[in-house]
């Protein structure tokens, strides 16, 4: 039996709710992509995502035991202070490599239902869940069927980063300033989910949507 691949974008901006989206939605059967976490892999002690980092901003891009220093990084990135072109310098070494792995990723999935038909399903629902989908969507080498972002007001998104991430306002400025607006994100989607509904309300709007690409 042939295996159909719905490939879903999944975006939204920081702390407007997309990982619970997605964590709905691996509950639902989806294959999960995480960008975040592929983001973590590739800078893993030891690997050349790191060693290309510490060559390009030089010992203290690196913790004192061997991990990257997010803390450094992030200032140096992304605070008010940091460097023209900094945050391009660093994407330049990482989005290389965080797409390699979601290839590799993808190929398991389609490598599973070459090996064993009989547990493959005819539509297999692949989720990139990428927070900076709308930053890269003319690079990314991978063509979505949907796109779809999740939103919630910018007063809403402070709140959440300082009470759950421990940030303090200026520092949850800062990221979203970092980022690009809803309307951008709008811009390359189908599909909005607002994250401020109830949060069985947004399940039922999920399970809809899976339901659709199944």
């Known amino acids: 039996m042939a295996t159909v691949i719905q490939r879903i974008g999944l975006t939204g901006g920081i702390a407007a709710g997309k990982s619970t989206v997605s964590a709905h939605l691996r509950d639902l059967g989806a294959t ?63 989005h290389p490599l965080i797409y390699a792995q979601a290839r590799r990723l993808e190929r398991e999935v389609c490598q599973s239902c070459v090996s064993d038909d009989m547990t493959c399903k005819t539509t297999h629902v692949i989720v990139h869940d990428v927070p900076l989908l709308a930053e890269v969507f003319d690079s990314i080498p991978f063509h979505f069927n949907h796109v779809v972002t999740v939103e919630a007001p910018i007063a809403v998104r402070i709140a959440r980063m300082m009470g759950e991430r421990g940030m303090t306002r200026e520092q949850a400025l800062d990221r ?10 709008r811009a390359i989607a189908d599909i909005v989910i607002d994250s401020t509904q109830p949060i069985e309300q947004m399940f039922e709007v999920v399970d809809r949507l899976y339901a659709s690409w199944m």
């Open 176 to 185: 979203i300033r970092h980022q690009v607006d809803d309307a951008t994100r």
């Open 32 to 94: 999960v992509i995480d960008y975040d976490a592929l983001a973590r892999l590739i800078v893993a002690p030891g690997s050349e995502g790191l060693a290309r980092i510490v060559d390009e901003f030089g010992p203290a891009a690196l913790s004192a035991n061997g991990s990257l220093n997010r803390a450094w990084m992030a200032e140096h990135v992304f605070g008010r202070n940091a460097d023209v072109g900094a945050r391009e310098r660093l994407d330049a070494i990482e």
